[in-house]
Structures are given as structure tokens and as C-alpha cells.
């Protein structure tokens, strides 16, 4: 045998390829990352004040329609708010409730599921039972009730949704952390004195961390419906504020002469969670082994 | 010879993988007679298993099978529809893991009278008495109760008998049996063996037996086919297999079965050293070249069939060598 | 067995009371119930008979207590907004939903087997490929946006079907298709991981040795094992069904359960909000448990334990 001599590729060329042969991911966070940057830049991309109203342009249809104006691309809502504009602002509430919603539900759930999982016996059975307490509450029914008996604002939507939506984190940290748990490796670390919260913190958090990252974007979009449907149905962030839910909850009663009303946000949510699962789906191939 | 049962030319499988094609099996021609047992040994990964899931076409996915001629009592074995009628009707497998082979979610006599009704036909009642007779003739006890009974509630070894059982179900002629007493205990090892001989017998069944196990080879072949890197390496009667074995490997092979009274006890059994060549790509030259003893220059150039009679090897040392 | 059956239903009792003192809890944290049921403008000595004749002037635990009693005897209190007997209002409701989450979930199963099915003997190919894409977009649409859409299209395009109401069946098929497609995606994703894993089992590969034809060995052999695991997701699921089913039932106008839901919290009705908490969270647990049981009767190694 010649040994030829190679230069090992640098990380991030590794980490590149590795990518290219994960085509959902590529696509997937690429949307992701653009309407991050479309949310961040929003005073900077957006045509016109989304709250300013001009009631002598009430419901211009969008562009492509004869009576569009490329004025207002996308057209006006019903109080003649640009439709465009609202659509871009609307990014920065769904991302920032998603991503807020799992920061909490994150620490929360991963909390539960390390102590479960590391610790075992009464604890164990403790997180057990909480967690099935909190799978039998109904979760759309209680952050319904929560929003509107504190009132609707995006802190409380937040709030209400990462105090519920941990128990996929609990789930799937406490089953791993009870396998890496019984590996060598935790236990020398331990008969070597080393404090628990040590070994949690450095040991067994990054080894759970790639199936953490799964769950979070299963979690953050899911948590960006969620909103969506609690504002859909008035109950969730409060207008003006222009979140996707609500454009489609208040265009409801127009729907019949101007459906794109609805279409254009019900779109951009769509578009924003099949992005976000897409990435997730290819971040999952990513770190799982080939079964074959 | 009879005028075989199955006959096998230039058979070969392919595997895709990432690394390029793995030729499992490299072109390969054998018979069967009616009612003789055949035995494939080799080591693993040498293209036997590859070989019986070829001949009943249950490769994985992955691997592709081309030959030149497989045909089962005159029929052509590479036609999908004749296949299809022969293939658990006249020839029938068994496999080396009786625990999963089976599957858990229903009972052994559900499992026992499908293939049965679907091939042979008739009324329920009639494949269940069938069904408990053959449990009876592979030596099961209260074959009746135990037709209501699921996979997981047996031992191994019974398992395995009810493989047997089942496989006969449709008095099949030629029977394929891969490694049927590897996950065994030694003790039932023996005794499927026995069971096996013993139907063969009473059948008329031809075996196809696929075995690493020499020791085993020993007492139930009646010809052996000595397969190294996909290849046949030798091929002949039981008798000149074991008495005048005429390749290298298969000597090496024989040199370690463990014998009664001359292996110390406690010894380490014997080994061949070195590895099986990895089997993608094309191999020029002897396969077992870089494990042999009697390795030679010339070894890396094509290797010539010898024969005597019945007895083949493709080696360049004469049969004593 | 049965001591563990018993010992299950132990435990889905004291889930559904910890999920009802919790609801209990926050709703009386909320602010003063009296005052908002009197509404703007109500005289200090309005709201002063309001707390008294619903029971609100005592301590909360009294009140829980009180309530849970009440409940135990089949006596679910009076709703607020409609004036009458809760127990009767959601005997009167449940039937609805059950169409629908029946429905609901026929057609999610109707699609994911055949379609997980196929992914998982073409896993790779195109097909497979496809029925992922379905998969993910049945997860991105909101329900809400669908069902709109829906209607547009089916309602008022094509008006095959009403857009509202519960008069008859057709106004069970908009709202059943919205909540079916809804909670496809994890059951397709299951039954197509189950099928992948069937099809390479030893088992799988007896069957086609005993020269099965190929329907058999798919639907008998390797589906049966791999619709296990998803019978438990049916109970896992009833909640996404019933989140949905609040949503869509208030699209739709259905009168069910989760229309009531929303109303009740829409009008801080909270004994009938009360009631259907503890009734959904009941639901879930006793489901679990069978889902359970019937995992155990479909796969023989798990009876007798």
C-alpha cells in the first residue's frame, strides 16, 4: 500500500461538507437565517411604518392584481397599514416569542430531565410524575386561559408558553442522561471526586447537547404555532402588534372578497416553520448515525 | 452423478457501499444432487451466507445477484415468476438465529400453516394436523398445544426444531439450512444435527448446509465446497475433503477442529493467522496468498483448477503438496 | 395484571386532581372572579351578592374542597354565562367532538399507514422523499390557515360543503380533513420508522423464505409489529387533537367541547372551564393506560407481564 499523504481539512471545511451531503439542512437553515436577518434589519427592509394607518388606502390588493399598486407590494390590511411592512415586522414576533419560548421551556425541561436521569430513585419518580401531570394538561386550554385572564402581551404569550412546553426537554434529557449515566467514564469521573454539579455541567450536558439541539427546533416551531393559533383566536399577542396569527385572525371577516388578507401571512408562517422542521429533520440525519 | 437438482454457474453478488463495489461472491458453480447433503464452509465474510440468500433471492437491498445459470430441477431459477412458485414450496430455508427468526406476534401454528395453505392449499384443519405432525416428527412433544403458542415462550433449540418443521411443512426437496446450530448450545447443536441427518434420511431431502464449523461438516456431508474471499477454493467428496484435503486453507481449516484425545486439554485451539483481503475491488492471484505458508511469487498470477476425479482445488500445489 | 391496572388508575387519579388544583389555582390567582362577572360599572353591593351566592367570599381551599366534593357526586356546579347545569352542557357538547377527533383521526391513519408504508419500502427514492415533504408541510401549515383556506375554497368556491354550523355530517368533513392532516406527520414519521425496521428484521425475511407473496409479507408480517408504537402516539396525540380541536371547532362554528372551551375562557365561565380541564386531563391519563393494555394484547411478549 502507498500512503498518500493528505492535509487534514481544516473544521469548518469538514463541517461544510458535511453539510453539502445534508441537503435539507442547507435549504432549511438558509430560509431560517434570512428572515433572522430580515427580523434584525426590519426598520432598514421595511417600505413604510407598519402602524401607520391611511384609511383613504383601505384593503389595496398586492401587486400582481390589476388594482395594485407597487406602492404597497403586498397591498394594505383593512385599516391601510402596507401589508409588506407589517408582514416583515411580524418576523421579529414570531422569532423572538420562538426562540424566548424555548430558552425557557429549554432550561426548564433539561433541568428536570438531567436531575431525573443522573439521580434516579425518588427523583426520579418525582420529575416522572410532574411530567405526566403536565402531558395531561390540556395545553392550548390552559395558555388560553392564562392570556386571558392576565391579559394578552407578548411577555405573558412567552411566559405562559416556556412554562409549558418542557416536557419534550424533560423526556428525551432524562433518557439520556440515565445511558451516558452508566458509562465508564462518568463513573471514574465520580470515584474521582469530582462534584456532581461538575459532572452534569461538563460531563453529561455535552453529550446530550446534539439531541438537545433537535428538540429545540422541533420546540421552537412549534412554539412559533402556538402563538400563531393563540393570536389567531385573540387570545395571544394584541394588536397592533403585527404578528402573523393576528393579520390572519383580523382579516378573517374580509376573507371573502380579499383572501390574500390571509394568505400572505398564513405563507409566511408556513414557509418560516416547514424551514425551521426542514433544518431540524436534517440536523437529526446529521448527528444520528446511518442505521445501515 | 444424478442428474442434479440445482445447478449453479458463475454465480456472483455485488454489494454497493460507500467505498466502492464489494464482490461478496465472485462468480461461483456448484450442483446438488437429489438427496445429498452439501456443505459451504468458510470463515465468515468468505461469501457463504451471501450464497444461500442468492440461491432463495433474499439479498438486502443493497446487493445485486447475476449468474450464468440457476436452475432448480431444470427450472430457471433467475425468472422471478418461477422462483416465486418454487421458493418456499420445493426448496425451503432455514436461518442461524432461531430467536428472531420467528416472528413475535403470532403463534407457532399460524406461522406454520400459511405457507402451507398458500402453496399447497386445502382446508385449515387439514394444515394444522399437518403442522402438528411435522412438530412431532422433529421430535416435539404435545405438538397440539404447543401450535397455540408464540415465539417467545420456547427455548432456542425449539425454536430452531419448529423452523425445521416448518420449513417441511410443504415436503420441500431441497432444504437450505445457514449456520442452524451456531446460536445453539453445543448439547442441542448435536442434537439438531441428528435431526437434521435423520430427515434427510427418512425425505429424501437434498441440505444445503452453510457452516463455519468443520467439525460439524464432518459428520453429516457428503460433498464439501471450501469457500475463501467469495471464491471456491476446493470442492469434493467428504472422504477426499478430509482424508487428501489438497488447498492450504481448507488444511488450515481442518488443522483446527479440536480433536478428542489429541487436542490438550486447555490448549488454544488453532487459528489462522492474518485476515480475510478485503473483497472490493478485483483480486489477482490467490486470495489466501498472504496467510499461506506455502506462499510463492507466482501465487499472485492465475491460479489453475486442478483436479482428480470428483476432487477440485485451485491451487498451484499438486494434492499432497 | 389487574393489580397493575388498579395501581394505573390510582395514578391517573392523582394526575387529574394535581392537573385540577393547579387549573383551580390559577384561575382564583387570576383577580376577583365576583368582579369581573358583574362587569363594568357593577355597585360594590352587586358584586358583594355575586361573591356570596357563588361561594367566592370563602378561603380558596374551602373552595377547592367544596368543588371536588361537588364533582365527586356528579354535581359539576352552574355555568356562569349559560345558566345552566355544566354536567348537562357538556354531555350535550361531547358527542360533536367525538365525531370529529374520531374522524379527525381515521383520516390522519387513513394517510399515514399507506403512505408510511410506502416510504418506508422505497426508503431513499423519490417516493420516500415525497411523503416526507408531506409530512413536514402537514406540520408547517397552521390549522387555523388551512381550515380558512379550506373554506374558501371547498365552502365557498366550490360550496360543496357548509362553511359553519353542526347540522348534519357534511359539517364534520372541512373541520375533520383541517384536524386529520394536523396530526398526520407523527404518525406517518412512525409508521415509516416501524416499517424500515420491520422490513429488516430476521422474521420479515422467514416469511419471504417461505415464498409468501410480497402483500402478505408487508401487510401480515412486518405491518402488524409496526403499528405497536402507534397505538401509544394515538393516546400521546389526544391532546394535539384537542388543542386543535379548539382551534378548528371555533373556525368552523362546530358545537363542541373545544368551542365551549374557548367560549367558557372567552367569558370566564369557569366552572365549565373547570369541568373540562379536569375531564380533558382524565381523558389522557385513562388513554395512556389503555393504550397500554392494548400494547400488550398486540404483542404477546408483553402479556405476560
Known amino acids: 500500500m502507498t500512503a498518500i499523504t493528505t492535509n487534514p481539512p481544516s473544521r469548518a471545511g469538514r463541517a461544510f461538507r458535511r453539510l453539502a451531503h445534508h441537503p435539507s439542512l442547507l435549504i432549511g437553515s438558509g430560509i431560517v437565517l434570512l428572515m433572522v436577518l430580515i427580523a434584525i434589519f426590519a426598520p432598514l427592509i421595511a417600505p413604510h411604518d407598519p402602524y401607520v394607518q391611511d384609511i383613504s388606502r383601505r384593503a389595496v390588493p398586492p401587486v400582481w392584481y390589476e388594482k395594485g399598486t407597487w406602492e404597497n407590494i403586498l397591498g394594505t390590511d383593512q385599516l391601510g397599514r402596507d401589508y409588506l411592512s407589517r408582514l416583515i415586522y411580524g418576523t421579529r414576533v414570531s422569532l423572538l416569542i420562538g426562540f424566548s419560548v424555548v430558552a425557557i421551556s429549554g432550561l426548564i425541561g433539561t433541568t428536570l430531565g438531567l436531575l431525573a436521569g443522573y439521580f434516579g430513585g425518588k427523583v426520579d419518580t418525582f420529575v416522572t410524575f410532574i411530567v405526566t401531570v403536565r402531558l395531561a394538561m390540556p395545553v392550548i386550554l390552559v395558555a388560553l386561559a392564562v392570556v386571558a385572564l392576565f391579559g394578552g402581551s407578548m411577555w405573558v404569550v412567552i411566559t405562559v408558553l416556556g412554562l409549558l412546553k418542557w416536557d419534550r426537554f424533560a423526556v428525551v434529557v432524562r433518557s439520556t442522561t440515565q445511558q451516558i449515566r452508566a458509562l465508564d467514564y462518568i463513573a471514574s469521573a465520580r470515584t474521582a471526586g469530582a462534584s456532581t454539579a461538575w459532572i452534569l455541567l461538563r460531563e453529561v450536558l455535552p453529550n446530550i447537547a446534539p439531541q438537545l439541539i433537535v428538540i429545540a427546533t422541533i420546540e421552537v416551531a412549534s412554539a412559533i404555532l402556538m402563538e400563531a393559533a393563540l393570536s389567531f383566536l385573540g387570545l395571544g399577542v394584541q394588536p397592533p402588534l403585527p404578528s402573523w396569527g393576528l393579520m390572519i385572525s383580523e382579516a378573517k371577516s374580509y376573507m371573502f372578497f380579499s383572501f390574500w388578507l390571509i394568505a400572505i401571512p398564513g405563507t409566511a408562517l408556513a414557509t418560516l416553520v416547514f424551514a425551521i422542521n426542514l433544518a431540524g429533520d436534517g440536523l437529526r440525519d446529521m448527528i444520528t448515525p446511518e442505521r445501515s | ?321 | 395484571m389487574l393489580i397493575y391496572i388498579l395501581k394505573r388508575l390510582g395514578l391517573a387519579l392523582i394526575v387529574a386532581l394535581t392537573v385540577s388544583v393547579i387549573a383551580f389555582a390559577l384561575l382564583r390567582a387570576s383577580g376577583d372572579i365576583a368582579t369581573a362577572l358583574a362587569g363594568e360599572g357593577a355597585t360594590p353591593e352587586s358584586i358583594a351578592v355575586i361573591r356570596q351566592t357563588y361561594g367566592l367570599d370563602r378561603p380558596v381551599v374551602v373552595q377547592y374542597f367544596a368543588w371536588l366534593w361537588d364533582v365527586a357526586r356528579g354535581d359539576f356546579g352552574q355555568s356562569f354565562f349559560f345558566r345552566t347545569d355544566v354536567a348537562g352542557l357538556i354531555f350535550g357538547k361531547i358527542g360533536n367532538t367525538l365525531i370529529l377527533g374520531g374522524a379527525s383521526l381515521a383520516i390522519a391513519l387513513a394517510l399515514s399507514i399507506p403512505l408510511g408504508v410506502l416510504a418506508a419500502i422505497y426508503s431513499g427514492s423519490m417516493i420516500d422523499r415525497a411523503v416526507t415533504m408531506f409530512s413536514l408541510l402537514g406540520q408547517a401549515l397552521p390549522s387555523f390557515f388551512l381550515g380558512l383556506a379550506l373554506i374558501m375554497i371547498f365552502a365557498i368556491r366550490l360550496r360543496w360543503f357548509p362553511a359553519s354550523g353542526t347540522d348534519g355530517w357534511r359539517n364534520f368533513v372541512l373541520p375533520a380533513v383541517t384536524l386529520g392532516y394536523y396530526i398526520t406527520p407523527p404518525f406517518m414519521r412512525l409508521v415509516r420508522a416501524g416499517m424500515i425496521d420491520a422490513l429488516n428484521t430476521d422474521y420479515v425475511r422467514t416469511a419471504r423464505a417461505k415464498g409468501l407473496p410480497a402483500r402478505r409479507v408487508v401487510f401480515k408480517h412486518a405491518l402488524r409489529n409496526a403499528l405497536v408504537p402507534v397505538v401509544g402516539l394515538v393516546a400521546v396525540q389526544l391532546g394535539l387533537l384537542m388543542g386543535g380541536s379548539v382551534v378548528v371547532e371555533s373556525i368552523f362554528a362546530l358545537d363542541g367541547l373545544g368551542y365551549l372551551a374557548y367560549q367558557s375562557i372567552s367569558y370566564r365561565d369557569f366552572p365549565v372551564l373547570q369541568a373540562v380541564v379536569l375531564l380533558l386531563s382524565l381523558a389522557y391519563v385513562v388513554l395512556t393506560l389503555l393504550s397500554d393494555i392494548i400494547n400488550a394484547w398486540l404483542d404477546p411478549r408483553l402479556r405476560a407481564a
Not at chain 2, 42 to 48: N, P
Not at chain 2, 180 to 199: C, F, G, H
Open chain 2, 1 to 321: 452423478m444424478l442428474k442434479p437438482l440445482l445447478s449453479v454457474r458463475d454465480l456472483r453478488v455485488d454489494l454497493n457501499t460507500r467505498s466502492g463495489v464489494l464482490h461478496a461472491v465472485r462468480g461461483i458453480s456448484f450442483d446438488v444432487a437429489p438427496g445429498e447433503t452439501l456443505c459451504i464452509v468458510g470463515e465468515s465474510g468468505c461469501g457463504k451466507s451471501m450464497t444461500s440468500l442468492a440461491l432463495m433471492d433474499l439479498l438486502p437491498r443493497v446487493a445485486r445477484r447475476s449468474a450464468d445459470e440457476i436452475t432448480f430441477d431444470g427450472q430457471d431459477l433467475t425468472r422471478r415468476r418461477i422462483a416465486g412458485k418454487l421458493r418456499g414450496r420445493r426448496m425451503a430455508m432455514i436461518f442461524q438465529e432461531p430467536m428472531t427468526a420467528l416472528n413475535p406476534a403470532f403463534t407457532i401454528g399460524d406461522q406454520m400453516v400459511e405457507a402451507y395453505l398458500y402453496h399447497v392449499g386445502g382446508t385449515r384443519a387439514q394444515a394444522v394436523d399437518r403442522a402438528a405432525q411435522m412438530l412431532e416428527k422433529v421430535g416435539i412433544g404435545s405438538a397440539r398445544s404447543r401450535l397455540g403458542q408464540y415465539p417467545h415462550q420456547l427455548s432456542g433449540g425449539l425454536r430452531q426444531r419448529v423452523m425445521i418443521a416448518m420449513a417441511l411443512m410443504t415436503d420441500p426437496e431441497l432444504l437450505i439450512a445457514d449456520e442452524p446450530t451456531t446460536a445453539l448450545d453445543v448439547t442441542i447443536q448435536a442434537q439438531i444435527l441428528r435431526l437434521l441427518k435423520d430427515l434427510q434420511q427418512e425425505l429424501g431431502l437434498a441440505i444445503i448446509l452453510i457452516t463455519h464449523d468443520l467439525g460439524l461438516v464432518s459428520r453429516i456431508a457428503d460433498r464439501i465446497v471450501v469457500m475463501y474471499a467469495g471464491a471456491i477454493v476446493e470442492e469434493g467428496t467428504a472422504a477426499e475433503i478430509f482424508d487428501r484435503p489438497a488447498h492450504p486453507y481448507t488444511r488450515a481449516l481442518i488443522d483446527c477442529i479440536p480433536q478428542p484425545g489429541k487436542t490438550e486439554r486447555g490448549a488454544p485451539l488453532g487459528t489462522i493467522p492474518g485476515v480475510v483481503p478485503l473483497l472490493i475491488g478485483r483480486q489477482d492471484g490467490c486470495a489466501f496468498r498472504d496467510r499461506c505458508s506455502l506462499a510463492q511469487p507466482r501465487c499472485a498470477d492465475d491460479i489453475p483448477t486442478q483436479d482428480a476425479g470428483s476432487h477440485h482445488w485451485v491451487c498451484i500445489h499438486g494434492g499432497q503438496a
